[in-house]
């Protein structure tokens, strides 16, 4: 499956959030913690296991809220993305 490297960025302030591994085409609707490449720290906590241990997605610099932690199928672990409060780019 083609996938390509999407970078996001807050919707306000420009900070760079994540970059995402993308399957597919469509619409970002959910960040899977499995397919983030930066920053590790966030990568890391896809062995954390349960969406209540993760903290919700926000912009380091102006706290802009970017995604919700939830769990999909079960046990995977990802983010909601909230329309609006990001900017994606392709790379
Ligand atoms: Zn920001």
């Known amino acids: 499956m083609a996938s390509r490297h999407l970078d996001i960025a807050c919707g306000k302030c420009g900070t760079f959030i994540v970059r995402y591994?993308?399957?597919?085409?469509?619409?970002?609707?959910?960040?899977?913690?499995?397919?983030?490449?930066?920053?590790?720290?966030?990568?890391?906590?896809?062995?954390?296991?349960?969406?209540?241990?993760?903290?919700?997605?926000?912009?380091?610099?102006?706290?802009?809220?970017?995604?919700?932690?939830m769990e999909h199928e079960g046990n995977r672990l990802a983010y909601r993305m909230i329309k609006g409060s990001y900017k994606k780019s392709s790379n």
């Open 21 to 69: 591994r993308k399957e597919g085409s469509g619409q970002l609707i959910r960040l899977y913690l499995d397919k983030v490449l930066q920053p590790k720290s966030l990568a890391a906590l896809k062995s954390s296991g349960r969406k209540s241990s993760l903290p919700v997605l926000a912009c380091p610099e102006c706290d802009l809220h970017i995604g919700y932690p």
